[in-house]
């Protein structure tokens, strides 16, 4: 069976400085991952995505992820960030074929002044 | 439609009511996907349909849970006698194949 942890439940920072959110994954099949961000009462939307080919994976909002399948980790980072970050993040994994995704419990970013 | 659309966004009812939840996926999209999400519980998987194919029910919590898709567009999750541990918000999802996965804004039902 598939699943993920995401190690932080709640990340503060203080705005333009660096964040990595952290995300590890078991799984015995290859598997495509994917980070999703929830703002306050809206639905996910899709940050960025790794299927194949490069493992640096760039996303929306200047956020990319690294696949590094030796660690079985698709960690999220952004050089900078902003007040308008704060939000839920959240890391989740499939594999070709398999359907529904299977999701982690979720990483509050808090970004503050 | 541009996007997923869930109805109703809100949904107050009373312990042992019955309720239904509403998803219109985007147009050609032939898999839908229901999740529950529940305070400090992330996203649970409840059910899972793919073009004609039998449905994937096998994270459905109890047998008052049920979901159908008509003619391979509209799906409906319905909810009967709801318990208070119901309460959630429950997020449906449309794809194309397992390679990006769209949301909708979801149904907030609280049972009261």
């Known amino acids: 069976a598939q699943s993920v942890t995401q190690l932080d439940s709640q990340v503060p920072v203080f705005e333009e400085a660096p964040v990595e959110l952290r995300c590890n994954y078991s799984?015995?099949?290859?598997?495509?991952l994917f980070w999703y961000v929830q703002y306050p009462n809206q639905g996910l939307q899709l940050l960025l995505k790794?299927?194949?080919?490069?493992?640096l994976v760039k996303g929306i909002n200047g956020f990319e992820a690294e696949f590094n399948k030796s660690q079985t980790s698709f960690h999220l980072r952004k050089p900078s960030v902003h007040i308008s970050d704060t939000a839920e993040y959240f890391c989740?994994?499939?594999?070709?074929?398999?359907?529904?995704?299977?999701f982690g419990k979720g990483t509050k970013l808090s970004v503050k002044p | 439609g541009a996007g997923v659309s869930q109805s109703p966004s809100n949904k107050v009812t009373e312990k042992g009511k019955d309720v239904e939840l509403r998803c219109d996926p985007i147009?050609?999209?032939?898999?839908l996907y229901w999740y529950r999400q529940s305070l400090g519980q992330g996203l649970e998987f409840l059910i899972y349909?793919?073009?004609?194919?039998?449905?994937?029910k096998s994270g459905l919590p109890s047998d008052r849970f049920s979901a159908e898709r008509t003619g391979g567009s509209v799906s409906t999750l319905t909810i009967q006698r709801t318990q208070q541990e119901d309460s959630a918000v429950y997020l449906c999802?449309?794809?194309?194949?397992?390679?990006?996965?769209?949301f909708g804004s979801g149904t907030r039902l609280t049972v009261v």
């Open positions: 999802a449309s794809s194309v194949g397992d390679r990006g996965y769209t």
């Open positions: 799984s015995s099949v290859s598997v495509y």
């Open positions: 790794y299927l194949s080919g490069s493992t």
């Open positions: 989740a994994v499939t594999s070709p074929g398999q359907g529904n995704l299977i």
């Open positions: 147009s050609g999209h032939t898999a």
């Open positions: 349909f793919q073009g004609n194919s039998a449905p994937d």
